[in-house]
């Protein structure tokens, strides 16, 4: 089992960059395939990226592609959202995320989210 705690999110004008930490408690973090959603208001949970255990593979929503990198750090026990020429359209709950693949995964286990909030 493990807890999920993501930090990071915050006020920013279009154009800006947020980094979005999400922090794992319990021995195997390594194990777990790592995700990060979004969730805007009056709208359903969307994909945003993925990164497999050893952090060598990633896979992004076509919406974010070459402005969000995911990473993670093992020792750590962190997984991290750099966010990048932020759109106010980016504005939303952002969710980390555990499960056993970084795609096609059935995500196991959430954290409570972080508010990004992007401005005109």
């Known amino acids: 089992q493990v807890q999920l705690v993501e930090s990071g999110g915050g006020l920013v004008q279009a154009g800006g960059s947020l980094r979005l930490s999400c922090a794992a408690s319990?021995?195997?973090?390594?194990?777990?395939?790592l995700g990060w959603f979004r969730q805007a208001p009056g709208k359903e949970r969307e994909f945003v990226a993925a990164?497999?255990?050893?952090?060598?593979?990633?896979v992004y929503a076509d919406s974010v592609k070459g402005r969000f990198t995911i990473s993670r750090d093992n020792a750590q026990n962190t997984v991290y959202l750099q966010m990048n020429s932020l759109k106010p359209e980016d504005t939303a709950v952002y969710y980390c995320?555990?499960?056993?693949?970084?795609?096609?995964?059935?995500?196991?286990?959430w954290g409570q989210g972080t508010q990004v909030s992007v401005s005109t």
């Open positions: 319990g021995r195997t973090f390594s194990s777990y395939a």
């Open positions: 990164i497999s255990r050893s952090g060598t593979s990633t």
């Open positions: 995320a555990a499960g056993d693949k970084y795609i096609g995964s059935a995500w196991d286990y």
